[in-house]
T-cell receptor, first 115, second 109 residues
Framework: GAVVSQHPSWVICKSGTSVKIECRSL??????MFWYRQFPKQSLMLMAT?????????EQGVEKDKFLINHASLTLSTLTVTSAHPEDSSFYIC???????????FGPGTRLTVL | SQQGEEDPQALSIQEGENATMNCSYK?????LQWYRQNSGRGLVHLIL?????REKHSGRLRVTLDTSKKSSSLLITASRAADTASYFC?????????FGTGTRLQVFP
């Protein structure tokens, strides 16, 4: 199957700083990517849909000014957590839809810890 | 919430036994997918079943889908200790995947 990478795999930052997470589709072009958040022992919650060349679509309850999404190319989407606080500590996972089928390919996730 | 419900929330079995997990959802779907997640790791895609399919097999996995009841089940036969993980169903609607609450499976050797 196709490969999606995320960078970094983990990050620790101080409260108030901003953190950028990258999601790349390595061997296919993805016009649509998705960002999920997962708290410990919970399921994945969809945060937003990232559309190449246009604004992201955010799910209800997700602050678009706090979670900035940029999908500048067909292989890269970035999620920036602005002014991070301890409650933003979570596992962030991206996915990219297979342009030829129904499957979504998931990145390995980024664990964010805000001190 | 649009999120699907899974039951049981947790399941403990012995190696060799079968494990059954159930998923219920709320709206119409294009397809339903099952994923596995080892603790703190990424997701592994297990199987996809389309809305016009009723049953699908892949190795030791059997998935059923009942669109009239808006439910699906995942059966893992002859379980192994390595099957220990969390299992999630996800419904594909309008190009978005909405995940269920998950089942934590523990298989004891």
């Amino acid at each position: 199957g196709a490969v999606v990478s995320q960078h970094p795999s983990w990050v620790i930052c101080k409260s108030g700083t901003s953190v950028k997470i990258e999601c790349r589709s390595l061997d296919f072009q993805a016009t649509t990517m998705f960002w999920y958040r997962q708290f410990p022992k919970q399921s994945l919650m969809l945060m937003a849909t990232s559309n190449e060349g246009s604004k992201a679509t955010y799910e209800q309850g997700v602050e678009k000014d706090k979670f900035l999404i940029n999908h500048a190319s067909l292989t890269l989407s970035t999620l920036t957590v602005t002014s991070a606080h301890p409650e933003d500590s979570s596992f962030y996972i991206c996915s990219a839809r297979d342009p030829l089928g129904d499957e979504q390919f998931f990145g390995p996730g980024t664990r964010l810890t805000v001190l | 919430s649009q999120q699907g419900e899974e039951d049981p929330q947790a399941l403990s079995i012995q190696e060799g036994e079968n494990a059954t997990m159930n998923c219920s959802y709320k709206t119409s779907i294009n397809n339903l997918q099952w994923y596995r997640q080892n603790s703190g790791r990424g997701l592994v895609h297990l199987i996809l079943i389309r809305s016009n399919e009723r049953e699908k097999h892949s190795g030791r996995l059997r998935v059923t889908l009942d669109t009239s009841k808006k439910s699906s089940s995942l059966l893992i036969t002859a379980s192994r200790a390595a099957d220990t993980a969390s299992y999630f169903c996800a419904t594909d609607r309008a190009d978005k995947l909405i995940f269920g609450t998950g089942t934590r499976l523990q298989v004891f050797p």
